[in-house]
């Protein structure tokens, strides 16, 4: 249902993770939106990525197309105002799609071969440098989620978060 309301398909993958961890922030850092996790995450994720697509097309020159345009970049994760995560759908399905991460002025971009889990996993390990996130990974990889309960909207795994709704 999310994804007949979007207009397109969400790799297996990120739908894993949001099944698994819902609305949060990974390491007090890297903010994502697990859009079918209830109507204020839909609603939440429609705004976050209306603005940040908003804020590209004012570029004059950008290396990749926007969503909606065939191809085109969709936000999937943030980095408070430092860095936003997209997938460049210019390719095969989704579980083909690239990653691409950009600043907050859509100037600086790197690429990344693999899945969103694969991502964050290299990020968070440190064997993903970057240019565009600033910080230090740290063990154990933490997650704090918004309030609300993880939804089997796309998967039947049931909810593990531990005290306070944090994951570990």
């Not at 204020?40 to 990749?64: I, K, N, Q």
């Not at 105002?81 to 759908?89: L, M, S």
Request: with cysteine; hydrophobic share 35%.
């Amino acid at each position: 249902m999310v994804e007949g309301r979007l207009g397109f398909a969400f790799p297996s993958d990120f739908k894993e993770i949001a099944s698994t961890f819902g609305s949060g922030v990974f390491h007090h850092y890297v903010f994502m939106l697990a859009p079918a996790q209830n109507e204020s995450s839909f609603s939440s994720y429609v705004m976050e990525s209306e603005d940040t697509l908003e804020v590209g097309r004012l570029r004059e020159t950008l290396p990749h197309a926007l969503f909606p345009v065939s191809g085109g970049l969709i936000p999937w994760a943030y980095a408070g105002d430092a860095c936003t995560v997209f997938w460049r759908t210019d390719r095969g399905g989704p579980d083909d799609w690239t990653i691409v991460a950009c600043d907050e002025q859509f100037l600086r971009w790197e690429e990344f071969e693999g899945t969103a889990s694969d991502y964050l996993a290299e990020l968070f390990s440190g064997s993903l440098r970057s240019e565009l996130f600033e910080f230090e990974p740290e063990d154990p990889l933490t997650f704090y989620a918004q309030p609300g309960k993880v939804t089997e909207a796309w998967s039947n795994r049931p909810e593990t978060a531990g005290p306070e709704g944090n994951r570990e």
